[in-house]
C-alpha cells in the first residue's frame, strides 16, 4: 500500500472515476469530492467498501475546510496530491447560465487552493482544456499560442490557470494544468444534453437513429481516450513539472470522418441531420503533444478505432 493520499474532485465523473480506478488499482488511498450533479454512484461502485477508499458528498463553491473535516475523512495518510476535475463542462451552458459557470469552475478552483495550501499539498493537478485557445488557423496548438476563449467556460478555465499560477508564485504550490482536449470512452453519459459527440453519436447509432451533426460536419477536433487522460493525471501528478499541458493525441478528426467510422463500429449506415452551428464552438482544432511526450512520455496513445471499439461495446452493454 502506498502511504500517500490522494484527492479528486468530480471523482464521480467520466473522467474522475477511470482516474479513482486507476489510482486504486495501484493501490493508493483515495478521497472522492463530489456533488453528483453530474457524475454517478454507480462510477464508484467497485470500491465503496474498500478501506482505501472513501467518498463524501461536497459542492466545491464551498470552503473545503468544512467539506474535508477530519470527521468526515477519517483515518489515512494525509492528501498529498489534489486532482481537481469538479466543474461545468460545457460551452453552450457557460452562456446560458454564466454565473454559474464562474462559481463552480473558478470560484470552486480558488477553494481547492486555499485548502491545498493551508494542508501542506504537495501539488495540484487541474484540468483546464482547449477551449481557452478559442478558434485559431495556427495549427497544431501549441501551449504557448496566445489564448482567446470564446466563451465565459473557457475564460473561466483561463483564469483559472492564471490563478493557480499565482498560487504557485506567491506559495510555492506545484501544479500542472493540463489542457484537455475531447476526451471519450466509457461512461460518458450520452443522456446528458451536452456530452461529447462520439457517446451521442453510439446512443444514434445502437438506437438506429439519424445522427445530428451541428454545422457542416467539416469541423475537426482532436479526440483522446479517457483511459489515456487517467494515465497523463497521474504522470503529471508525479512530474516536477509545473505549468500548462496540452492532453490530446495530436490528431486531427472531422465530425463527418468520426461518424463514419462510428458507423463502421455499428455494421450499419445511419442518416445524418445537420443542425445550425453552435454559439462559441471552434472550427477546427489539434493539439501540439510534444510537451506531453517529452514531460510525461506519451509517446503513445490508445488509437481512436479501438477506443471507439471499447465504447461502443461499453455502451452495448449498458443497453
Not at 484540468?127 to 496548438?141: H, N, W
Not at 483559472?160 to 493540463?178: C, F, G, M, P, V
Request: hydrophobic letters at 40%.
Amino acid at each position: 500500500m502506498k502511504e500517500q493520499g490522494v484527492l479528486v474532485t468530480g471523482g464521480a465523473g467520466f473522467i474522475g472515476s477511470a482516474l479513482v480506478d486507476l489510482l486504486m488499482e495501484n493501490k493508493y488511498t483515495v478521497l472522492v469530492l463530489d456533488d453528483l450533479s453530474t457524475g454517478r454512484m454507480e462510477n464508484l461502485e467497485r470500491w465503496l467498501d474498500d478501506d482505501n477508499f472513501r467518498f463524501i458528498n461536497g459542492d466545491i463553491r464551498h470552503p473545503l475546510d468544512g467539506l474535508l473535516s477530519p470527521a468526515r475523512m477519517g483515518s489515512g495518510p494525509p492528501i498529498s496530491w489534489i486532482f481537481h476535475l469538479a466543474a461545468r463542462v460545457d460551452v453552450t451552458s457557460s452562456f446560458n447560465d454564466p454565473r454559474s459557470d464562474l462559481e463552480v469552475n473558478y470560484l470552486g478552483t480558488m477553494n481547492v487552493l486555499d485548502h491545498a495550501v493551508r494542508s501542506g499539498v504537495k501539488k495540484v493537478v487541474f484540468t483546464s482544456s482547449a477551449a481557452i485557445y478559442g478558434d485559431t488557423s495556427d495549427l497544431p496548438i501549441g501551449e504557448s499560442h496566445p489564448p482567446e476563449p470564446l466563451s465565459p467556460y473557457g475564460l473561466h478555465k483561463l483564469a483559472s490557470e492564471r490563478l493557480i499560477d499565482i498560487y504557485h508564485k506567491q506559495y510555492n504550490l506545484r501544479y500542472t494544468a493540463l489542457r484537455l482536449f475531447n476526451v471519450f470512452g466509457p461512461r460518458q453519459d450520452p443522456s446528458n444534453q451536452y456530452s461529447g459527440v462520439i457517446s451521442k453519436f453510439m446512443q444514434k447509432a445502437l438506437g438506429a437513429e439519424p445522427l445530428m451533426i451541428y454545422g457542416n460536419g467539416a469541423q475537426t477536433r482532436d479526440f483522446i481516450y479517457v483511459g489515456d487522460v487517467a494515465e497523463i493525471l497521474v504522470r503529471a501528478a508525479g512530474s516536477s513539472y509545473n505549468g500548462p499541458m496540452n492532453v490530446a493525441t495530436g490528431t486531427e478528426t472531422s465530425v463527418n470522418d468520426l461518424a463514419a467510422a462510428v458507423e463502421r463500429i455499428s455494421g450499419k449506415e445511419r442518416k445524418r441531420v445537420n443542425l445550425p452551428e453552435r454559439k462559441g464552438e471552434i472550427f477546427r482544432s489539434v493539439a501540439d503533444v510534444a510537451l506531453l511526450q517529452e514531460v510525461l512520455g506519451m509517446n503513445e496513445t490508445t488509437d481512436l478505432r479501438e477506443g471507439l471499439r471499447e465504447t461502443y461495446r461499453w455502451m452495448e452493454k449498458q443497453r
